[in-house]
């Protein structure tokens, strides 16, 4: 029962931080205000390994097999990927929980798409590298997409059937009768 609160908490954090790290990567950022980007750097490494943390906690009451792919983008980044583009929801998780390097890339607002006059940056990237892994790209809207759309809708029909069977093995317990005394 612990156990499910544990993963109920997480459950519940993950999607905050899901929907930060949204808005986060759906925003655009001025193009000559470092301030600016620093700032939305530190949030966005902030909110993603919250993120990362809370939603891989919650995927333990999933089978491992079970795989999620990130699929939806926000921005077309691809010139800027690096390396790998991390496709499986479960293994960006992990890249970002186990990084060593963690870095946000900002890109130009595809022209025509910029709503701030002096132009725009946007992020299409996380780059993530760990000790036996290569950088690679992430998509962190991708990320917050699967989770909320495809995770998140999973992860409560998990909660659901294991208070289900939990319940079915109380009552069942307590129809059990008594072994008679010696």
Same mark, same amino acid.
């Given at each position: 029962?612990?156990?499910?609160?544990?993963?109920?908490?997480?459950?519940?954090?993950?999607?905050?931080?899901?929907?930060?790290?949204?808005?986060?990567?759906? #925003?655009?950022?001025?193009?000559?205000?470092?301030?600016?980007?620093?700032?939305?750097?530190?949030?966005?490494? !902030?909110?993603?390994?919250?993120?990362?943390?809370?939603?891989?906690?919650?995927? !333990?009451?999933?089978?491992?097999?079970?795989?999620?792919?990130?699929?939806?983008?926000?921005?077309?980044?691809? #010139?800027?990927?690096?390396? !790998?583009?991390?496709?499986?929801?479960?293994?960006?998780?992990?890249?970002?929980?186990?990084?060593?390097?963690?870095?946000?890339?900002?890109?130009?607002?595809?022209?025509?798409?910029?709503?701030?006059?002096?132009?725009?940056?946007?992020?299409?990237?996380?780059?993530?590298?760990?000790?036996?892994?290569?950088?690679?790209?992430?998509?962190?809207?991708?990320?917050?997409?699967?989770?909320?759309?495809?995770?998140?809708?999973?992860?409560?029909?998990?909660?659901?059937?294991? #208070?289900?069977?939990?319940?079915?093995? #109380?009552?069942?317990?307590?129809?059990?009768?008594?072994?008679?005394?010696?």
């Amino acid at each position: 029962m612990l156990a499910d609160l544990i993963v109920r908490v997480s459950i519940d954090r993950a999607s905050d931080e899901a929907v930060k790290l949204w808005a986060l990567a759906s #925003a655009q950022y001025p193009a000559d205000h470092g301030l600016v980007q620093d700032a939305a750097t530190t949030t966005i490494i !902030e909110v993603a390994s919250a993120f990362a943390l809370n939603a891989r906690r919650a995927l !333990e009451i999933l089978p491992p097999d079970l795989r999620f792919k990130l699929r939806q983008s926000r921005w077309d980044g691809d #010139a800027d990927a690096v390396g !790998e583009r991390v496709a499986d929801f479960r293994d960006a998780l992990n890249r970002i929980i186990h990084a060593q390097t963690l870095r946000v890339v900002f890109s130009a607002a595809t022209p025509g798409h910029s709503s701030l006059r002096d132009g725009a940056l946007v992020v299409p990237w996380i780059l993530a590298a760990t000790d036996r892994r290569e950088l690679a790209s992430i998509d962190p809207f991708a990320l917050a997409h699967a989770f909320l759309y495809e995770v998140f809708p999973v992860l409560l029909k998990g909660l659901r059937q294991r #208070a289900t069977a939990r319940s079915t093995s #109380a009552a069942k317990a307590k129809r059990k009768p008594a072994s008679p005394s010696s």
